[in-house]
């Protein structure tokens, strides 16, 4: 039931939120307490007829990556909403950190010029989730489809200095459980007997791992894990959970073995070549904060993003925190009484878009929002903090684990110094875009006057 | 038809420069010109439920969140579930004790054999049903920090206010003429004073402290030790089509999935974005599939299709015969001109089109049945051009001249006629007669590759 129905100031419709995630878009009404719905993110190409994932058009030309989401916004409002876009707001939802100018021009570009929404506001989703809490303060790890990031945010205020991000989420888990199927998988049925995976499948539909990620595979304990990984796999004396078969296309039927259901998503917690995992993010992210504000992000975790949703993974996540903060580099420089964790009242994967519908809903919404006549004279959409972070952020993560090791802090002094209001020499873009990030802040800051938010001393 | 199979080898240009079948473009009347479907707007014009077929008003359709109240969606196949009655033996309401036989209503789909008995749901007394919507737990704290934030908003947005009328009154002071600025100022200070820090403190809307989430060591979601023993059954186990489609709950077992009113379908029409004159629009009833208004170009542009393809050699003059297709109820004077050399991004062959006009005889449903009019003297016809007519169709011919190897043979010219403007007639309110204009629109021709020389 909406929460407040047919409330709305001055005669205006309720906006509309959209999350366009990597994998999945939300989308849905201001003021609801759940998206209307949960789609993927993809678009049957008007000259090929192939379903895509929009943003795997980014890379190809403006006027393509136009059509694309020209296409998609119309199906979000004519299939899913069913709403005039010329009547409401518009919320976007975005994880500031995997969002690319490009995108996000090219977006308020359809919105604006082909659908003629009346006003557009750009809200940086590790803001927001904090709506749904009622605090100020709080590090946000988002476990996304293709990245993890982490944000440390205090007092409404994003720590940019300390951010963090690493390709471990759901693609990295599809990707291993792809590999170890293959390695391991016997399929049987068929014409002839049974036979290893590969020898039919050359590469596995990715529906079909996220079907067999979401409906066998969990997070192991870290007792587990750590059993596993002191014996040789094979002499392991852990009995694993029983196999899955699993049916495939036809009379087919794939056996998915207990190792595979139980240490697939390890590829989450298993450290890279420079020790990094989703619970070194966390820390880092921490250690890289000023030292006052330390303890009280600690104990304000926000976990968010679909991946997130596995089975076990919360618990894991704890219990690595708490390992990895005996161990060194953190055990000389670290010192944190407790992670404590919030429950926001929401699913994992829907949190940002919640703190969305929350945003639109409010009588504020209009000066926070560019509105189509200001765009129309001046087509810029200002960046939340700036511009520089999505360029930083497209040099510096990309895809790829193996950063060098030294380029982290230069970035991260790049970053803090482009942030800082006087030193800047950006154009108004950026400054306005600062008064934007400012005032959403502002909403939380003033909200919460108690003791969670206000810093102590580690 | 054949527009259908080779529609993308002429296309028109709209007038945002997009190049499309004709049998994709509208005419706006209005504008006379032709309009893509970018250079439409879509809007919403009625919901209704696919299932029953029943209109829904927006209002109603927006506070049931666009969904159907009677029907129903199979919460594991998303197959419509339709109602089963059955009769079960009941207590007796008037007379305690006894037995009777009592007909129940439940939810069962066709498809699957889910019931509504399967995840326990109460069978229902009624047939429309009374079914219980699954509500989300999370309602009360939402709406409390929804409230909570909506109070701050306002408070905000008062203080905004506020401050700028200060600054206006202060202004009004300070431009005083009657010598009274010393005053003025002193009373504007004071009054900036409450503008700034001070004023949140006297803020008439005290506005409670929020109550914060708090933030706690436990977390829910450790395993269960049965996952390392019982085997899994993954008929079971939802998979995320079915978590996506209720979102606030998500659920992981199938003994979980209640199911979903079903979502409306909208019909849509279509505005001209520069005279917003509606282009298209259904009509209301859902049964019906016809329109009030269909301005689509196939009923105001003739519409050109390639006859037969014609054998393509580089740099040798080749004849293609072309069909013309007359919808107006008018005789039409068409003549064909070169497309300019600028506007050109298309052609990549020479072309060599009729000088001569050609006249296309109204379209006339009753002609196709009358075989002996042999219209070609009544016209008097080039017949170096026109190959053959008959009723409202006329065949020309046209000479490509390939200029380029590899790509494909493509030409383009323009089409002038004209065009009896009804629109302006409506609107001179005296039965005057309509006004004719000439229209001049685009065409590109792609005749495809050369011909493979043996
Ligand atoms: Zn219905
Ligand atoms: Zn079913
Ligand atoms: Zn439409
Ligand atoms: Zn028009």
């Not at chain 1, 590090?139 to 390709?167: H, S």
Request: aromatic residues 8%; charged residues 25%; glycine residues 4%.
């Amino acid at each position: 039931m909406p929460l407040f129905e047919g409330l709305s100031y001055g005669g205006e419709k309720t906006a509309v939120i959209f999350d366009i995630g990597v994998a999945f878009t939300k989308c849905g009404f201001a003021a609801e307490n759940a998206p209307q719905f949960i789609i993927p993110t993809e678009v049957r190409k008007r000259k090929t007829g192939q379903l895509v994932n929009i943003h795997k058009c980014c890379s190809e030309t403006p006027q393509d990556l136009r059509s694309v989401l020209v296409d998609f916004v119309h199906r979000l409002y004519f299939r899913q909403l069913l709403v005039n876009p010329k009547e409401r707001r518009v919320v976007i939802v975005e994880s500031m950190l995997t969002t690319t100018t490009h995108f996000r021009n090219t977006l308020a570009d359809v919105l604006f010029k082909h659908y003629e929404v009346p006003s557009v506001v750009f809200a940086p989703g590790h803001l927001v989730c904090l709506f749904t809490l009622g605090v100020s303060t709080g590090l946000i790890m988002d476990v996304g489809y293709t990245e993890t990031t982490v944000m440390p945010v205090f007092e409404g205020t994003a720590i940019l200095k300390a951010w963090q991000a690493l390709p471990l989420a759901g693609k990295a888990i599809h990707d291993y459980l792809e590999a170890s199927l293959k390695e391991s998988s016997s399929v049987e049925g068929g014409e002839s007997g049974d036979k290893p995976i590969s020898s039919f499948m050359d590469s596995i539909d990715e529906s079909i791992l996220e079907d067999i990620k979401v409906r066998c595979c969990f997070v192991t304990s870290h007792e587990r894990a750590t059993m596993y990984n002191a014996n040789e796999v094979s002499t392991s004396p852990l009995e694993g959970p029983p196999a899955v078969r699993y049916p495939l296309k036809g009379d087919r039927v794939a056996t998915i073995s207990g190792k595979i259901r139980e240490r697939t998503c390890e590829v989450l917690f298993e450290e890279d070549c420079e020790g990094r995992s989703l619970a070194s993010l966390i820390l880092d992210a921490i250690l890289q904060s000023p030292i006052d504000m330390r303890r009280t992000l600690a104990e304000n975790l926000v976990i968010i993003g679909g991946t997130s949703m596995l089975p076990g993974f919360n618990h894991r996540l704890r219990s690595e925190l708490y390992a990895h903060l005996k161990q060194p580099p953190y055990s000389e420089k670290l010192s944190l009484p407790a992670f404590k964790f919030h429950k926001y009242p929401a699913k994992a994967n829907y949190v940002a878009w919640l703190g969305g519908s929350m945003l639109g809903a409010l009588e504020t919404l209009a000066s926070k929002s560019v509105t189509k006549e200001a765009y129309t004279l001046q087509p810029l959409i200002p960046d939340w903090c700036s511009l520089y972070v999505a360029e930083e952020k497209e040099k510096v993560v990309g895809a790829t684990k193996k950063l060098e090791a030294g380029s982290r802090p230069l970035s991260s002094k790049k970053l803090s110094s482009s942030l800082s209001v006087d030193s800047s020499p950006r154009s108004s873009v950026s400054s306005a875009a600062r008064a934007a990030a400012r005032s959403i802040a502002g909403i939380l800051s003033s909200a919460s006057v108690d003791s969670n938010a206000t810093p102590k001393s580690s | 038809m054949a527009t259908f199979v080779t529609e993308d080898r002429v296309l028109y240009a709209a007038s945002s420069g997009a190049k499309a079948p004709l049998c994709r473009l509208y005419f706006c009347r209005h504008c006379l010109k032709i309009r893509s479907t970018n250079c439409v707007s879509h809007e919403v014009d009625s919901l209704y439920c696919p299932n029953c077929l029943e209109n829904m008003p927006t209002n109603e359709a927006s506070l049931k969140k666009y969904r159907c109240s009677n029907c129903f969606d199979c919460p594991t196949c998303c197959h419509t579930l339709s109602t089963r009655a059955t009769t079960i033996p009941m207590p007796d309401r008037d007379q305690p004790g006894k037995i009777v036989p009592k007909k129940v209503y439940y939810l069962a789909c066709g498809f699957c054999r889910w019931t509504s008995r399967d995840v326990g749901m109460k069978d229902q007394l009624v047939a429309g049903g009374g079914w219980q919507n699954q509500e989300n737990p999370h309602d009360k704290r939402i709406f409390y920090l929804l409230d909570h934030f909506r109070q701050l908003a306002a408070k905000e947005k008062a203080e905004k206010e506020k401050k700028k009328y200060i600054r206006r009154r202060s202004h009004l002071h300070l431009s005083d003429k009657f010598g009274l600025s010393s005053v003025a100022a002193r009373r504007r200070s004071g009054l900036l004073s409450v503008g700034s820090p001070s004023m949140k403190e006297s803020e008439d809307v005290k506005i409670q402290d929020i109550e914060p989430n708090i933030a706690s060591e436990d977390v829910d979601d450790q395993l269960d030790d049965s996952i390392f023993t019982q085997e899994l059954d993954l008929s079971k186990v939802t998979n995320i089509k079915q978590r996506h489609a209720n979102p606030d709950v998500q659920p992981m077992k199938t003994t979980d999935l209640y199911p979903k009113h079903k979502h409306l379908l909208i019909k849509c029409s279509q505005r001209c974005r520069e005279c917003e004159h509606n282009l298209s629009k259904p009509d209301y009833n859902p049964h019906s599939i016809k329109f009030k208004i269909q301005l689509v170009a196939l009923h105001h542009v003739p519409d050109l299709k390639m006859m037969s393809f014609p054998s393509l050699i580089l740099n040798k003059e080749s004849q293609v015969v072309l069909i013309v297709l007359n919808p107006l109820d008018t005789l039409v004077h068409m003549t064909l001109l070169p497309l300019e050399k600028e506007k050109d991004d298309w052609s990549t062959a020479k072309i060599v089109i009729p000088s001569c006009e050609l006249l296309l005889s109204p379209r006339d449903d009753a002609a196709d049945f009358d075989e002996n009019t042999d219209q070609k003297q009544a016209f008097k016809d080039n017949t170096s051009v026109v190959v053959f007519r008959k009723a409202n169709r006329l065949a020309f011919l046209i000479k490509v001249i390939p200029q380029s190897q590899d790509e494909e043979v493509k030409v383009a010219f323009q089409m002038k006629y004209d065009y009896r403007n009804l629109a302006s007639a409506l609107q001179q309110t005296e039965g005057k007669e309509p006004e004719m204009v000439w229209l001049q629109h685009s065409v590109f021709l792609n005749l495809g590759r050369l011909t493979p020389q043996s």
